[in-house]
């Protein structure tokens, strides 16, 4: 919290006289987009907030102060993408993990009715590729949040069964994700 | 054995709840991938994907300590990093450099190597200045009043005729205290926590019971003719901003 402002300090970068990035700056200007990128590719707000703090972390350590903006955004969006890769590699040791598959589906498809409230349309089209009872699991758990016993309920199978839907659905939205790279 | 429906099942629960995953062990890349596939579908509600206000103020304050931790440990001596984060005196040393206003990330200038800092200086030593920040003619006994000079925010007390001054800032996390004549304290807007005249702490804060806060640091004050003047440092602005109205 600043008493005073600092006279003198600009206001503006100006990409002529190589700007400095106070922490102050970097962290107002970058927490939002940082953390939401996060937060799409690991899907949970605790694991989102510990990775977007090792990100900053890192950058309080090694950023260079005088860069651009876009170089700066670069920058954080590499080390991100390294935390978030360190992090899958948690669960399983894989040479490379990529899986930015979301934004990258092409097919385009119409898309249902139920699943128009989610906030991104690749998520959206992903489910609208999929068959119905895979998409209605997935719809029931992951936008209506029902427990696995609501969702057995709804759909008049057992619990063991919607898991094992539910496991067979997230395949092959992972398969049709992949298939809809370029 | 856990089977894998029931192993990715118990990991869709944790995200569904925006907890963190327990970190299972998955057997197969098409586990890993149906995994990322159920984050990638959890976070693709509309706002979920707003950081709180809570975290993004909490993950500030732990920059701004880190930032500050090699001053402390060249200050203090002592504490290692680990140890330094553990306690809540860094959060207490570090709300009070923020409070200060240090908490900007002190960053070479160009003509020096990169990686290279300054770190703040202690509280004020000896390169600061008398500023004044108010006259005795306007501050009859018992007056509180709020001044600005330089880094330093702060209340300036006029207790019978001797004149103190208090930082401002909570030593909690560095808000600014307001001063309540009627119950005779400063108030932390933040967490609620009240401090005396003194600048002892009197009650805790209701949202963090058993916390002792630190006192809040003094602030030399002395009375040249009229002006009443404190020793800061920080970038003075010339004139001098004209003293407040008392609050009392």
Redo the contacts between chains.
């Keep these: 919290?600043?008493?005073?402002q600092?006279?003198?300090q600009p206001s503006e970068p100006s990409s002529v006289d190589?700007p400095?990035?106070?922490?102050?700056r970097?962290?107002e200007t970058f927490?939002?987009s940082v953390?939401?990128f996060v937060?799409?590719?690991?899907?949970?707000?605790?694991?989102?907030?510990?990775l977007?703090?090792q990100v900053?972390?890192k950058a309080?350590h090694s950023l260079?102060?005088?860069r651009e903006e876009a170089s700066i955004r670069a920058w954080l969006y590499q080390v991100a993408r390294t935390v978030i890769a360190d992090h899958?590699r948690?669960?399983?040791r894989?040479p490379a993990?990529s899986?930015e598959f979301?934004p990258r589906l092409r097919q385009p498809a119409p898309v249902p009715q139920e699943i128009n409230?989610?906030?991104?349309e690749?998520?959206?089209r992903?489910?609208s590729l999929l068959p119905d009872n895979y998409r209605r699991v997935?719809s029931l758990?992951?936008?209506d949040?029902l427990s696995?016993k609501e969702a057995a309920a709804e759909m008049g199978t057992s619990e063991?069964n919607v898991?094992?839907l539910?496991?067979r659905a997230?395949?092959r939205?992972?398969e049709l994700?992949?298939g809809g790279r370029p | 054995m856990m089977d894998?429906?029931?192993r990715?099942?118990d990991l869709?629960?944790?995200?569904?709840?925006?907890?963190?995953?327990k970190?299972?062990?998955?057997?197969?890349?098409?586990?890993?991938?149906?995994?990322?596939?159920?984050?990638?579908?959890?976070?693709?509600?509309?706002?979920?994907?707003?950081?709180?206000p809570e975290?993004?103020a909490a993950?500030?304050l732990?920059?701004?300590e880190?930032?500050a931790a090699p001053a402390l440990r060249r200050t203090f001596g002592l504490v290692s990093r680990r140890n330094l984060f553990g306690s809540m005196a860094a959060s207490v040393i570090a709300s009070l450099l923020?409070?200060?206003?240090l908490?900007?990330?002190v960053?070479?200038k160009?003509a020096e190597p990169?990686r290279q800092r300054r770190w703040p200086a202690p509280l004020v030593g000896d390169d600061g200045q008398w500023v004044p920040v108010g006259m005795v003619s306007t501050m009859p006994p018992g007056t509180v009043q709020r001044f600005?000079a330089?880094?330093?925010?702060g209340h300036i007390l006029n207790e019978d005729g001797q004149f103190r001054a208090v930082s401002?800032?909570c030593t909690c996390m560095?808000?600014?205290l307001t001063w309540n004549a009627e119950g005779d304290e400063f108030v932390c807007p933040c967490h609620g926590a009240t401090f005396d005249r003194a600048g002892a702490m009197v009650d805790e804060s209701p949202l963090y019971p058993g916390v002792q806060l630190r006192r809040l640091p003094q602030i030399r004050v002395q009375v040249e003719e009229d002006a009443v003047m404190v020793w800061t440092t920080?970038?003075i602005?010339q004139p001098p901003p004209p003293p407040l109205p008392p609050l009392v």
């Excluded at chain 1, 919290?1 to 005073?4: A, F, G, L, S």
């Excluded at chain 1, 400095?20 to 102050?24: P, R």
């Excluded at chain 2, 869709?12 to 995953?21: F, I, N």
Aim: include cysteine; glycine fraction near 6%; charge should be negative.
């Design positions: 919290m600043n008493v005073t600092e006279a003198g190589h400095t990035w106070t922490l102050e970097v962290y927490i939002d953390y939401r937060f799409r590719r690991v899907g949970n707000r605790e694991d989102a907030e510990d977007t703090a900053f972390f309080l260079e102060h005088q899958w948690q669960f399983y894989l993990v899986l979301l409230t989610l906030a991104t690749e998520a959206a992903l489910l997935l758990r992951f936008l949040h696995i063991g898991k094992i539910q496991f997230l395949r939205a992972a994700a992949k | 894998q429906f029931e990715l099942n869709v629960e944790g995200m569904v709840a925006q907890r963190r995953l970190r299972l062990r998955l057997s197969s890349t098409d586990e890993l991938e149906a995994l990322q596939v159920a984050a990638a579908l959890n976070a693709s509600q509309p706002n979920a994907d707003d950081p709180s975290f993004v993950l500030h732990r920059l701004l880190e930032q923020a409070g200060i206003g908490d900007r990330w960053l070479p160009p990169p600005t330089g880094a330093i925010g401002a800032s560095g808000c600014i920080g970038p602005e």
